[in-house]
């Protein structure tokens, strides 16, 4: 089991993450193609046997409130397989985003 960071448009990258999110969501090759994907949209992986088992993206964003604008995240794409749900996989995920 490894851990993968990807924030480019990577075309094998987005086949495995595209398979588990049609896999538990629905296919999201439109997002791709309509070349969404940035240096603000960052995903995080847990791949086995080549395969992406788990994932969370992280979207770096701006909210305005009262005519001000401030940071922000928002996150998406948060997905599992079935047969690797309550296993534990967060606190790998948790290691990867404090560095």
């Known amino acids: ?21 049609k896999d538990v969501f629905f296919d ?4 791709y193609d309509l070349n969404l994907w940035d240096e603000r949209y960052e995903s995080y992986s847990i791949i086995e046997n080549d395969e992406i088992i788990s ?7 701006e909210i ?15 997905a599992t397989r079935q047969n ?9 995920f948790q290691k990867r985003c404090q560095g």
């Open 1 to 21: 089991m490894q851990l993968a960071f990807n924030n480019r448009n990577d075309i094998d990258y987005q086949n495995k993450l595209n398979k588990l999110l």
């Open 28 to 31: 999201f090759q439109f997002w």
């Open 55 to 61: 994932n969370i993206c992280v979207y770096k964003t």
């Open 64 to 78: 305005l409130f009262e005519g001000r604008k401030y940071p922000a995240l928002s996150f998406g794409a948060v």
């Open 84 to 92: 690797y749900r309550g296993r534990g996989l967060s606190p790998a």
